[in-house]
């Protein structure tokens, strides 16, 4: 079992839906969790942290649920522009490395 | 330059060849990592440097793998001998310190072992 495990996809979705993913993770010394996106053929890039009380930026909004070991991300209203790959990651309290899950696809049709 | 520059973006190699891979972190960042990216995966931690330090190399599949970055700035992962299961995407990444939040990712170099 991955120590970081991601919904499998690719989730289709039309314009303007609301979306979710959820990630769990298996080491319970984890203790930082991110979002990051990657577009096809491109480097992963930061979408955002993840904090204990939940955070939002704009129509994204990332939930940490440590009991559950579990970590997820909302969409709203999504755009065309959202499609790609979201890969959930995770960093350990002693450790700098950055644990990653596989990723979900999530596809925006018009 | 403003970001982290990997180089080349794609190599194809022929068996049993030897590949040289180069990244070019941001200046300033003391952290680099490598990872290795197969298609439909997430990226595998291969190794980290602080520095010119090789700090852990836990990641890296076989002795065939080894990675250097002597002053500090500029990295190199040497593939001696590849084979067709080394063919992946490597992602250099850097940060300004192994506890900072964010890495910054280089394109990464698409190699093909044909």
């Known amino acids: 079992r991955k120590e970081v495990e991601q919904d499998p996809g690719p989730f289709n979705v039309p314009e303007g839906a609301t979306v979710a993913f959820n990630c769990t993770y298996s080491?319970?010394?984890?203790?930082?969790f991110f979002w990051y996106r990657q577009d096809c053929r491109k480097e992963p890039k930061l979408l955002m942290s993840v904090y204990s009380s939940g955070n939002e930026d704009g129509r994204f909004t990332a939930q940490l649920n440590r009991a559950s070991q579990y970590i997820s991300l909302l969409i709203r209203d999504s755009k065309l522009s959202d499609s790609a790959t979201y890969l959930c990651v995770v960093k350990r309290s002693s450790n700098y490395q950055l644990i990653w899950g596989a990723g979900t696809k999530l596809i925006i049709k018009p | 330059g403003a970001g982290v520059s990997q180089s080349p973006r794609y190599k194809v190699a022929k068996r049993g060849q030897d590949v040289a891979l180069r990244c070019d972190p941001i200046s300033g960042h003391v952290s680099l990592f490598w990872y290795q990216q197969a298609l439909g995966q997430g990226p595998e931690f291969l190794t980290y440097?602080?520095?010119?330090?090789?700090?852990?190399k836990s990641g890296l599949p076989s002795d065939r793998f080894f990675a250097e970055r002597p002053e500090g700035s500029v990295s190199t992962l040497k593939i001696q001998r590849t084979q067709q299961e080394d063919s992946a995407v490597y992602l250099c990444a850097s940060s300004l310190t192994g506890r900072a939040t964010e890495a910054f990712f280089g394109q990464g170099t698409r190699l093909t072992v044909v």
């Open positions: 080491n319970s010394a984890s203790q930082s």
């Open positions: 440097f602080q520095n010119e330090a090789q700090l852990d």
